[in-house]
């Protein structure tokens, strides 16, 4: 089981702070934010290695609407987690 926030990646919401990519994250409420999001080095690859060994769990304590925006831009075809568990 893998933690997002903070381990796999880390937010900014500020945008003048260096990030690998910027996210337009909907929240429920209708609130929309610009996200700063960087990568840990070496996750992506860490997730491709253990994906033919294990069954990868991500689990997040943010929201679905956030946490899916962002698991979308890591995993596009849904390849790496084969359960998404939000808060």
Do not use: W
């Amino acid at each position: 089981m893998f933690d997002l926030d903070e381990t796999l990646i880390h937010c900014n919401e500020s945008p003048s702070l260096p990030s690998d990519i910027k996210l337009t994250i909907k929240m429920q409420t209708g609130e929309v934010f610009e996200a700063g999001i960087n990568i840990r080095p070496y996750a992506l690859t860490l997730l491709n290695n253990l994906v033919n060994r294990f069954e990868l769990i991500l689990f997040t304590a943010s929201h679905s609407s956030y946490a899916n925006v962002v698991l979308d831009y890591i995993d596009p075809d849904r390849r790496l987690f084969q359960h998404r568990l939000y808060r």
